[in-house]
């Protein structure tokens, strides 16, 4: 459901102003904690502002996953990472470490294992979503960018902070999960293959796997299209 008037969708709005303030204030040289921290902070004002209340259910309210990458001083990078977003770090040969979040892929699971098993309503799929998004930065649930206030105080606890050492010809990909799910869901691309074909040759790929089961019986999923978006490093 929408509630900034003229936005396209709530949750564009929120990840525009995430992306704005995060630049605006990333200069200032804060950790990633309480960068973070200060730019939800912001956007909740502004949400409220807007919109004139705070007493929507927690579903409701725009959430978003994260993958970011930092340089630090000695040469190191920081790569943390929030939702379902994900980092695939290639050194040499075809050695590959993944940074996923294992707790929303296994909430996501449930639904999807549902889908494979019987057809369920969209009614049934929108109540089980609406549940896993009341879990958003509780023990019980996964962590994601939010601007309710209880969540903005322990999304931090949920970033997944990993700090590489990269040497030379080593690579760096960050991506979506809606680019990930060509080798996660559609099983079309290994993780090698990931590093070894161009971004634009993958989300073509991707479209045309999505255009072709667009009625989403050969790959339950939900919706025909997710974004698919992705960045490569190479050092």
């Known amino acids: ?16 102003m995430f992306i704005k303030l995060f630049k605006e204030k990333y200069a200032r040289g804060l950790t990633t904690k309480i960068l973070i921290e200060n730019v939800l902070s912001e956007i909740q004002k502004l ?28 040469g190191q990078v920081e790569v943390s990472r929030l939702g379902d977003c994900k980092a695939y770090y290639s050194t040499k040969g075809d050695e590959y470490s993944i940074f996923n979040e294992p707790k929303i892929c296994a909430l996501d699971n449930l639904i999807l294992t549902k ?16 549940k896993h998004r009341s879990l958003i930065n509780t023990e019980d649930g996964y962590g994601a960018l939010t601007i309710d206030s209880e969540g903005i105080k322990k999304c931090s606890n949920f970033i997944d902070k990993t700090v590489l050492n990269p040497q030379q010809n080593d690579r760096i990909l960050l991506s979506t999960d809606g680019f990930s799910a060509v080798v996660d869901t559609y099983g079309y691309f290994s ?7 161009s971004l634009v040759d993958i989300v073509e790929a991707i479209r045309k796997i999505e255009e072709d089961d667009s009625m ?10 997710d974004d698919a978006s992705a960045i490569r490093l190479n050092y």
């Open 1 to 16: 459901m929408n509630h900034i008037p003229h936005a396209e969708s709530d949750a564009k709005w929120f990840v525009q």
């Open 47 to 74: 949400y409220m502002g807007i919109v004139g209340t705070f007493t929507l259910p927690k579903y409701e309210l725009p959430s978003a996953s994260m993958v970011l990458i930092r340089n630090l001083d000695n």
């Open 115 to 130: 889908m494979k098993i019987a057809p369920i309503s969209d009614d049934e799929i929108k109540s089980l979503l609406k």
């Open 216 to 225: 989403l019986q050969k790959f339950p999923r939900f919706k025909k299209s």
């Open 191 to 197: 993780i090698g293959d990931l590093f070894g074909h």
